[in-house]
């Protein structure tokens, strides 16, 4: 039976499957179309997850590949589950849409190796950090910055206080030094970040000045890993307006090569951690 993962995934694990069959059974995504008078780019759509699947079309590709029986079922109650609502779709329109996808993910990863080269990575956030992180760039939007805050605290929620996943995550030093929200609010934040690294499921280390040059300087990124053999890690890439996804295998070995080094050239969880609390003790004996 499909496994208790969020309809992102699960929607990612039957693209796979489907593409899988297809290529057992030899045929083309041109005679696949031309057989079901479908779209190549239907097809290709499906198979690379970017659609959500009706259980009767995946009922017809399985029975084009000639696949019946305890398979053909298990396919067609994935291409259900695949369509269910995830959690966040309670929040409305505070998820932006080209980020739902990325909050699935994020929902099912079993481990998270995140770079952050300018703040405090989400789920690590507290509230009134994650408020002066959204005013910063939604331009005073209160009601939009209420929002986003409310999905980031149920974020964290899911992520980090449950104990999965595993989170692994390096920090630029100047995290620790951009004054977000004030003296007040950005101590509260790194006392909090502080607290968060000595769970055991969390790995956190700073990256320092003195470092020097590194393999990540063009910006951030997080890398997601999966359970299911068929669930292949992802790399994740936000900007101003949308998210990149990165799946091919170079590109997934090479943003993990980046983040050993990474990890390599950072400060020892123990130091990061000091460090992090004498940043905390100055902003406070400046206020």
């Known amino acids: 039976m499909p496994t208790h993962s969020a309809p ?27 057989r079901l008078e479908w779209s190549n780019a239907k097809i290709s759509r499906i198979e690379n997850a970017r659609v959500s699947v009706l259980p009767r079309d995946v009922k017809f590709l399985l029975g084009v590949y000639g696949v019946d029986g305890e398979t053909r079922d298990f396919l067609v109650t994935l291409a259900r589950e695949a369509r269910q609502k995830g959690w966040w779709h309670s929040y409305g329109d505070a998820i932006p849409e080209w980020f739902e996808v990325y909050v699935g993910l994020e929902s099912d990863a079993t ?17 009134d950090y994650a408020r002066a992180v959204f005013h910063g760039f939604l331009f005073g939007d209160e009601e939009e910055i209420e929002k986003r805050v409310a999905v980031r605290m149920a974020r964290r929620e899911r992520l980090v206080a449950s104990g999965t996943p595993k989170f692994w995550v390096v920090v630029n030093e100047a995290v620790l030094r951009r004054v977000v929200g004030g003296p007040d609010v950005m101590r509260v934040q790194l006392e909090y970040l502080a607290e968060v690294a000595r769970s055991p499921h969390v790995t956190l280390q700073v990256l320092p000045f ?44 090479r943003y993990s090569l980046a983040f050993d080094h990474l990890r390599a050239a950072a400060l020892h969880p123990d130091d990061s951690r000091a460090l992090i609390s004498r940043v905390a003790g100055e902003l406070a004996r400046s206020t």
């Open 210 to 253: 003195s470092a020097g040059a590194h393999p990540a300087m063009s910006g951030s990124f997080v890398i997601l890993q999966f359970p299911e053999p068929t669930d292949p890690h992802v790399v994740y890439l936000e900007a101003q307006t949308g998210g990149l996804y990165l799946e091919k295998k170079p590109e997934i070995e």
């Open 8 to 34: 992102t995934v699960k929607r990612r694990r039957l693209a796979a499957e489907l593409r899988r069959h297809r290529d057992a059974s030899g045929l083309t995504l041109d005679q696949v179309a031309e």
């Open 111 to 127: 481990s998270i190796h995140s770079y952050e080269a300018e703040h405090v990575p989400g789920p690590l956030q507290t509230e």
